[in-house]
């Protein structure tokens, strides 16, 4: 499985979306209760629940791990692990598949700089007081002792989707082969 760890617009969508379309692999669709954004799809991007269900499942311990970031819920079921999948984590999500001494997981943190975050933000249509909240949110939840152990660490700065997925797919077979 490889798991896709970066902050707000570090192009983590962007990469997952490749590797799926390009490589073979497929997405380990994750549940949020965050509203949908423009051109997202339900049960492609997320699957969007509400609150009140999201905590339902987490009282019937569904949820392999969950976390809540910038005041929604993101969890992923336990039903949905497989190998051969690429999902989406954030830190604590991660350190939950870590912790959990499953094999054949490889992680990837894709470090962007600021700048270009902000950049795709607005580009997205996000609100610029949300994109300050992020940006500085995220330099406490992403920072480097939340993510230890991450197998990869590549710079997203100057690379583009196609770039860092084939990087990707390269490191992960030469992962699992060894």
């Given at each position: 499985?490889?798991?896709l760890?970066?902050?707000?617009?570090?192009?983590?969508?962007?990469?997952?979306?490749?590797?799926?379309?390009?490589?073979?692999?497929?997405k380990?669709?994750?549940?949020?209760?965050?509203?949908?954004?423009?051109?997202?799809?339900?049960?492609?991007?997320?699957?969007?629940?509400?609150?009140?269900?999201?905590?339902?499942?987490?009282?019937?311990?569904?949820?392999?791990?969950?976390?809540?970031?910038?005041?929604?819920?993101?969890?992923t079921?336990?039903?949905?692990?497989?190998?051969?999948?690429?999902?989406?984590?954030?830190?604590?999500?991660?350190?939950?598949?870590?912790?959990s001494?499953?094999?054949?997981?490889?992680?990837?943190?894709?470090?962007?700089?600021?700048?270009?975050?902000?950049?795709?933000?607005?580009?997205?249509?996000d609100?610029?007081?949300?994109?300050?909240?992020r940006?500085?949110?995220?330099?406490?939840?992403?920072?480097?002792?939340?993510?230890?152990?991450?197998?990869?660490?590549?710079?997203?700065?100057?690379?583009?989707?196609e770039?860092?997925?084939?990087?990707?797919?390269?490191?992960?077979?030469?992962?699992?082969?060894?």
């Amino acid at each position: 499985m490889i798991i896709l760890i970066g902050p707000s617009a570090s192009g983590k969508t962007e990469v997952c979306k490749y590797l799926v379309l390009n490589m073979g692999y497929t997405k380990l669709v994750t549940y949020t209760t965050r509203e949908k954004r423009i051109a997202e799809k339900e049960g492609i991007d997320y699957n969007f629940i509400s609150k009140e269900e999201f905590i339902n499942r987490m009282n019937k311990n569904e949820f392999f791990e969950y976390v809540i970031y910038n005041s929604n819920y993101y969890g992923t079921l336990k039903k949905d692990i497989t190998d051969e999948k690429v999902v989406i984590l954030e830190p604590s999500g991660f350190m939950a598949y870590k912790n959990s001494h499953m094999k054949n997981i490889i992680s990837f943190y894709l470090d962007t700089r600021d700048e270009i975050r902000k950049e795709r933000m607005i580009k997205r249509g996000d609100n610029i007081i949300k994109i300050n909240e992020r940006l500085t949110g995220d330099h406490l939840v992403f920072n480097r002792k939340n993510i230890d152990g991450v197998s990869y660490i590549l710079n997203s700065n100057d690379l583009t989707v196609e770039e860092l997925a084939i990087e990707i797919d390269n490191l992960y077979k030469n992962k699992i082969e060894n």
